[in-house]
Structure formats: structure tokens, C-alpha cells
């Protein structure tokens, strides 16, 4: 706590009379994209297994959410105290199956959505889901919080038959010609995809990250031998799978 301290003191320093002129222009709003970059640096952190890298950003992204909570003191809304002490009782309320009642058998996620719905008035595990999120990870939980409340496939084979009758509708979609429609059946589709991706355990949008970095790489090879290959797509398509079996070998 003394070195959370010596952050907070300095957070204070910093918006003060002889404070730094940027940070003293600073407002709740300026931190939105600040915020964004600091969480997804703290994510590709994780994924690269860099402990170093990843102490650091958290680091980066607490020191935001202490000049946060400086502005809102100095607004005379709540201090970083505030906003600790409301995290740790919120935290208390939802064990209820490690700190309190006795006896609670219920599924720890069925129990945490009820008691969410207790603090909140008009609370929906659905609609309460952040719109900035990424259409992806968004999809990925509400699928998620649907399903703690019962609204869920039986099995993953459900999935996979709804996710082929929405290929069938997007072909349908694509006969028409109809821009809108084709853009629905899209969407659809990938809702489908996103709930066979949670009856796996696996997070959409870490997925498609990684995808992202193998096509990155892969395509990286060939756009190397592009001059050699001149557009020949066949030569192309053998660079890829050149690519594809060194990556299998482990080279």
C-alpha cells in the first residue's frame, strides 16, 4: 500500500499548481482512447507470455485509473479510496459461496447474474453489455450471459446445424442480390460461429488475433518471393503451403 501511495501522491503532484500543463488539461473523456490502447496492450502482453511487458502495462493501465479517479476528486465525486472500497464490497457481495451464505449450491455464474439483477434495477445480462465492445467479443458475451440464465443449445451439434442452415440463408441472401440482406445473414452466420467458439471454451477474438498474426506471417513469405512469382496465383498458393509446412516442421 505505501507504493500505491507514493502513485496516488504523485498522480496529485502532477494535476497540481506546479504540476505538468498536459496532464493538468486532462479530462475523464480524454482517458476513452487512452484506455482502449492501454487494456489491448495489456492483452498482447498476456498472449506473448512477457511477464516483463506485462507488468509494465498494467502498471501503465493502473496509473489510468488513478488519474481518473484524481479528476473526479477534484470534481468533488469520489476519490481512488472510493472506487476501492466499492470494488472490494461489490467483489464480497458476488462470493456469497466463499464468504457468506452457507449452503449456496447454486452455479457460481447463475448466482452472480441474480445477484447483479438484486443491485441493479432493470439489469438484463444481455442489454447491459458494453456497444464500444469489439462486434466479436461482444457477440461472444452476450452468447455468454444468455446462456448463465438458461437461454442455450443442448449440444454442440445444435450449433453446428443452425450454423449450416444460416450458410444456406446467406447463399439465399446472395441470390438476391440485396446488399442489406446479405449483410444480415453475414452477421448471423458469425453469431453462430461465436457460440460454437464459447461450447469450446475458446475466446472469438483471441482466435481471429491469432489468425490474424498467422495469415500476417505466412503472407509475409510470400510477399517476399512476390517479384518471382509475378502474379502467377499457382505460385503464390505454393509459397503459402511452403510457408504452412515450415511452421508444421517447426523452422
Not at 126 to 144: H, Q, T
Not at 167 to 176: I, P, Y
Request: hydrophobic share 35%.
Amino acid at each position: 500500500m505505501e507504493e500505491f501511495r507514493k502513485l496516488v501522491g504523485l498522480m496529485e503532484s502532477l494535476r497540481g499548481p506546479q504540476g505538468c500543463v498536459w496532464d493538468k488539461k486532462q479530462t475523464e473523456k480524454s482517458f476513452r482512447t487512452f484506455l482502449l490502447e492501454e487494456v489491448y496492450e495489456v492483452i498482447e502482453a498476456i498472449e506473448r507470455e512477457d511477464a516483463h511487458a506485462l507488468k509494465e502495462e498494467l502498471g501503465d493501465l493502473l496509473f489510468h485509473i488513478v488519474f481518473i479517479a484524481q479528476i473526479c476528486k477534484e470534481k468533488g465525486q469520489f476519490d481512488i479510496d472510493d472506487v476501492i472500497k466499492g470494488a472490494y464490497e461489490k467483489m464480497y457481495r458476488r462470493h456469497p459461496h466463499v464468504f457468506g451464505v452457507v449452503g449456496d449450491d447454486k452455479p457460481v455464474e447463475k448466482r452472480w447474474e441474480e445477484i447483479k439483477k438484486e443491485e441493479k434495477e432493470g439489469y438484463s445480462p444481455v442489454s447491459s453489455v458494453p456497444r464500444i465492445l469489439p462486434a466479436l467479443l461482444r457477440a461472444f458475451v452476450i452468447s455468454k450471459r444468455a446462456a448463465r440464465v438458461g437461454f442455450d443449445w443442448e449440444k454442440l451439434e445444435d450449433i453446428y446445424e443452425k450454423a449450416r442452415e444460416e450458410m444456406d440463408e446467406l447463399k439465399e441472401a446472395e441470390k438476391s442480390g440485396v446488399a442489406d440482406r446479405i449483410e444480415e445473414e453475414m452477421g448471423d452466420l458469425l453469431f453462430a460461429m461465436v457460440n460454437i467458439s464459447r461450447f469450446h471454451g475458446i475466446d472469438p477474438e483471441a482466435a481471429l488475433r491469432r489468425t490474424n498474426e498467422k495469415f500476417i506471417r505466412r503472407f509475409g513469405h510470400v510477399e517476399s518471393h512476390l517479384e518471382s512469382a509475378k502474379g502467377d496465383l499457382e505460385a503464390m498458393d505454393a509459397l503459402w503451403n511452403e510457408t504452412k509446412e515450415r511452421e508444421k516442421e517447426g523452422r
